[in-house]
């Protein structure tokens, strides 16, 4: 049987999607760049392969790793990096793999988020306003120009971008504050893009997952909403529930077909409180998402179905979504979002406990797979303790002593 190969086993999306096919029978083999992470202790994977995900490494292990499999092996990359090196060198893996992707080209027009904004506002796809910022002439011109609240983001996730922050991007709120982030994030992307900021509450942010075939028919589609981010305001799902939203099925159905896509999609709208429109946010292709595996329980095999489109084999027949209410939810994260809704008045106990209930799928908890969950959990209150052990020590140093330092070592 063809081996699903999970890269990126080392996110929430990696372990989901291993759980998920593992369940369904398939044998999963994940790749990784951080061993220790806590999704890799997962009972879903038939082995772990060590390698940066985000490099050429990835495409040597991946070719190393081709001639031991009994068949092709279906390839899942789980992060933005890892869909770029598998678009970038898919010649040399063709003969060992199966993968679903468009042409390199539009791959790069789809993540790149200038590219992608030049694309919509050519085919009359719904953006908010945006200025793209290659100097600091230009920032500061764009300060004058725009009204704030707005977005500070790269047009494309770097390495440099996710080694120096987890933020997607930065809500800033004046001409100084934005002049500010651009002195400190200039230097960890070519360009810098500030995007009109789309008012309304998290719960406004909808997204649709589906799988488009080589022909980009839509063969599986499902929408949910997001109704807690964190962090919150600009950070990733930890709590969504499935929906009908026939303007973003709509919408994501025509960008794709407009770009000749293959493979899994994904599209997220927010609807503006003040006007009602509904403007797309960003895209994210060639991989599944955080929450896309909501899909399976709302009824549609989303990821399924693109094993078997790639493998010849008949497609599943849950690919409809229904009317059905599903949750989905990451425990942890969830807490610390509520909590500073909490703190902002914008969530009551009463309205968290609310939101938890009905049927749910978790994105770390699960009775068959614990470890991860408790790993997790483990690694979260280390890294809380060392941070408060650090803002003790940094609190109880007598004024106008130095920190110590390393020694230097020369030669």
């Not at 060198?89 to 992608?116: C, G, I, S």
């Not at 009908?244 to 899994?264: I, M, Y």
């Not at 960003?282 to 489109?309: F, K, Q, W």
Request: hydrophobic residues 40%; glycine residues 6%.
């Amino acid at each position: 049987m063809n081996p699903a190969i999970v890269i990126g086993l080392d996110c929430i999306t990696g372990l989901q999607v291993a759980r998920l096919l593992d369940a369904r029978g398939v044998p999963v083999i994940g790749v990784a760049r951080r061993p220790h992470h806590f999704a890799c202790r997962t009972r879903a994977c038939r082995r772990v392969l060590v390698a940066d995900t985000a490099g050429e490494a990835l495409v040597e292990a991946l070719v190393r790793l081709g001639p031991t499999l009994e068949a092709p092996g279906v390839l899942y990359p789980c992060t933005d990096a890892a869909v770029r090196q598998v678009s970038l060198h898919r010649e040399a893996l063709r003969p060992w793999y199966l993968f679903a992707l468009p042409d390199h080209d539009t791959v790069e027009m789809l993540m790149d988020k200038a590219r992608f904004y030049a694309f919509a506002r050519q085919h009359g796809l719904p953006v908010p306003a945006t200025l793209l910022l290659h100097s600091r002439r230009e920032a500061a011109d764009a300060a004058r120009q725009l009204t704030f609240p707005c977005l500070l983001k790269p047009t494309l996730k770097t390495p440099t971008w996710e080694r120096a922050t987890k933020a997607k991007a930065f809500r800033v709120t004046s001409p100084d504050e934005l002049l500010a982030l651009y002195d400190r994030c200039a230097r960890w992307a070519d360009t810098l893009m500030v995007q009109e900021w789309v008012e309304g509450p998290d719960h406004n942010l909808y997204s649709c997952n589906a799988y488009f075939d080589a022909g980009s028919r839509p063969l599986a589609t499902f929408v949910s909403r997001k109704l807690r981010q964190w962090p919150i305001k600009t950070g990733t799902s930890c709590l969504g529930v499935a929906c009908r939203h026939d303007t973003l099925l709509e919408t994501t159905v025509r960008l794709f077909r407009l770009a000749r896509f293959h493979g899994l999609a994904y599209l997220e709208m927010k609807q503006d409180a003040r006007t009602g429109r509904h403007l797309i946010i960003e895209p994210n292709v060639g991989r599944p998402t955080g929450r896309s595996v909501i899909a399976e329980a709302g009824g549609v095999e989303l990821h399924l179905t693109m094993y078997c489109d790639l493998t010849g084999r008949p497609l599943p027949a849950r690919r409809a979504q229904d009317d059905r209410r599903i949750t989905w939810v990451y425990l942890r994260r969830d807490l610390q979002a509520s909590a500073a809704y909490w703190r902002r008045g914008e969530l009551t106990p009463g309205e968290w406990w609310r939101s938890l209930r009905g049927p749910k799928v978790f994105a770390v908890w699960s009775p068959r797979d614990p470890v991860p969950f408790f790993l997790d959990v483990w690694q979260t209150a280390q890294g809380a303790a060392r941070a408060w052990l650090r803002s003790l020590a940094g609190r109880l140093r007598p004024r106008g002593r130095p920190a110590p330092q390393a020694p230097h070592h020369t030669g």
